[in-house]
Structure formats: C-alpha cells, structure tokens
C-alpha cells in the first residue's frame, strides 16, 4: 500500500530534549516536506527537499532540522525544542515538485 | 509569500443543507489544490483546478476556479454527516522564485448535524 508514515504519532517532551521525527514514503517520490498545522494558521511548511541532499527551508524552519541522506526518508529534527514548537507536524511527499501531495497521519507534539 | 485567505473559518449545519467554502487571493496560482482532512490524519486531495473558469465535480462537490485563477469555491449540495471535517484549499506559486510551491488557506472546519 502507497503511504507515508510518521513516528511517533504522540509525543510529550520537556523544553531542550532533542528529538527527531521520521518519516518514510514508499512510492518513490522524489519530493518531500514537512508541515506544521496550528489552530487558525492551516499547514505552514518548515523544510521541503527536492531530491537526495537537497534540502531547502520553508516558511517557518528556525527551530528544525532536516536531512534527506535516503530518498525514502526525510526525517525532521528538533535539536532544543521549545514550548511554541508544540504542533501537529504532517510528512508529504510527491512525485515532483508540483501535483498531489501525498501526507502522513501526522505527529502531535507537546513541549513542556 | 503569496497569501490564501479561507472562508468561512467554522461551519456548522444541519444535513440536506447547501454550503460554499472560499478561497481568495490577490495572486494569480498556476493551480489550485483542495483538500479534505479528517481527525487524527493527514489531508487527502480532492480535487484540482488548473485553468481559469474550470468547474469539476465529485459527486456532491462542485469546485470553481476563479477566472483569473485567484480565486476558487468549494459548494457542497446536500451534506450528509460523513462531510464533515477540515477542508483546506492549496494554491500553486505561478512564477518567481517560489514557483511551484504549494500555498495553504487557513482550512475550513464543517460539522453537519444530523
């Protein structure tokens, strides 16, 4: 089945404790991107790659880090989160850089 | 950043009933996406518009694209419960250096009541 998937799909955490959130697609799709959707402010994108070590910022990417070493996966790292970084975080892939995009069931995040 | 305003924010109505979702922009897209999402996953595209004027339909949904390609509406006939959920629309940069990228309106959120 073609599908992108998160982990985790909850997380609690504490402000300055670094975590990644992975995200996989298995259709071979060349573009990738993270989201982060807030109550009001729809998805607004943090990093998008547009190929293997092709990696470019978003909208809003102070914060985050991404890596794009495989092209199945484009995980999103938080190196010191912080409280506003709580959010609901969507994966999306497509097969170029226009059309669909394809998203994961999201990963809701709190920062203590 | 090429902006998508989203209208109404919440609606709430009754099943049978008509509604229209919109989306507004002062910039031209190449196209434009919607998209439905429903709690606790991720949005699901229903429909894209590509050309000025263009009206599609999926079943109870009748989606417009504005003639200059600013605009677009989402009129759903006669919802039915399973309608309910986030609707967000998505334009397509048409040119600059941000071409390509996809904009997000704010979403819908509609609940039908039985």
Known sequence: ?112 | TQLLEQSPQFLSIQEGENLTVYCNSSSVFSSLQWYRQEPGEGPVLLVTVVTGGEVKKLKRLTFQFGDARKDSSLHITAAQTGDTGLYLCAGENAGGTSYGKLTFGQGTILTVHP
């Open chain 1, 1 to 112: 089945e073609a599908q992108v998937t998160q982990n985790p799909r909850y997380l609690i955490t504490v402000t300055g404790k670094k975590l990644t959130v992975t995200c996989s697609q298995n259709m071979n799709h060349e573009y990738m991107s993270w989201y982060r959707q807030d109550p009001g402010l729809g998805l607004r994108q943090i990093y998008y790659s547009m190929n293997v070590e092709v990696t470019d910022k978003g909208d809003v990417p102070e914060g985050y880090k991404v890596s794009r070493k495989e092209k199945r996966n484009f995980p999103l790292i938080l190196e010191s989160p912080s409280p506003n970084q709580t959010s609901l975080y969507f994966c999306a892939s497509s097969l170029g850089w226009t059309g669909e995009l394809f998203f994961g069931e999201g990963s809701r995040l709190t920062v203590l």
